[in-house]
């Protein structure tokens, strides 16, 4: 039946995202640029609600972050395997999407800065179809590919940055500005580094592979290093893995 097939699924090796200090990495981010923006807007006179307001400087912060996530993550289409060339994309896409969102609408107040109303919906459409029309490629290149980029193995960073930015709606519908808009950055630094990540990561073995080499040991890769986190070296051994200290 669905569910047995969805649990054999869920249960199968496959690869797995290994900068699994993402989330910390985000926060840390997060509340350090919403203090920092905090303090510089205090000490040139501007209110906690003007901090924070529509189109202020934590709100532009929160673009500079959709803007690099998505700078990086198309770089990041260029460099490692097909897996993580397809979640440079998808990132890079949902950067984009974040990002028009984000753009101010063009009113008297607001002209620098600032897209119309239509030409935004055109935006986030165009940058929906390029992720349908890219993933209807890859699959048919590379069969499964799909599956693999979407267990939650592998895409929780997404996973969390959304279930991040839900949230940062209900505070707004509670009227919480300040956990709203530093719900919405700490979910676009997720985005961010995980763009950096795919964008830095090499061509290196994403699985954990078991089996047995030419001389009967064990093979097994570490898949928790990655640019951001402390590599832990593994060799084999014929009574087991032992750390290479």
């Known amino acids: 039946c669905m569910f047995n097939l969805l649990l054999a699924w869920l249960m199968a ?3 797995r995202w290994r900068y699994n200090r993402i989330w910390l990495h ?13 303090a510089l807007g205090t000490a040139v006179g501007l209110t906690l609600s003007e901090v924070f307001a529509e189109n202020a400087a934590h709100e532009l912060a929160q673009s500079a972050l959709l803007g690099i996530a998505l700078i990086v993550g198309v770089g990041g ?19 984009a999407i974040g990002f028009v969102r984000e753009t101010p609408n063009c009113r008297g107040d607001v002209m620098v800065f600032c897209a119309s109303a ?54 707004e519908g509670l009227h919480m500005v300040v956990v709203e808009e530093t719900l919405e950055l700490y979910g676009y630094a997720v985005l961010m580094l995980g763009a950096a990540w ?14 047995r080499d030419r001389s009967g040991h ?3 890769w570490d898949d928790r290093a990655g640019p951001f986190d402390r590599a832990t070296p593994l060799r084999h051994s014929r009574i087991g893995i032992k750390d290479r200290r």
Not at 77 to 95: C, E, H, P
Not at 136 to 146: A, K, N, Y
Request: proline share 4%.
């Open 13 to 15: 090796d496959g690869p």
């Open 26 to 38: 985000g926060l840390l981010a997060a509340v350090g640029l919403t203090v920092m923006i905090w």
């Open 77 to 95: 289409i260029f460099r490692s395997n097909a897996l993580n060339r397809y979640a440079a994309l998808v990132t890079a896409g949902v950067s």
């Open 118 to 171: 239509d030409t935004r919906g055109s935006l986030i459409t165009a940058s929906a179809v390029v992720l349908l029309v890219a993933t209807l490629v890859i699959e048919f290149r590379g069969r499964g590919t799909f599956l693999k980029a979407i267990h939650p193995r592998f895409s929780w960073p997404l996973a969390f940055a959304a279930v991040l930015l839900a949230l940062s709606q209900m505070a």
């Open 198 to 211: 795919l964008a830095l990561v090499q061509s290196s073995p994403q699985v954990i592979h078991r089996g």
């Open 218 to 220: 064990a093979d097994v």
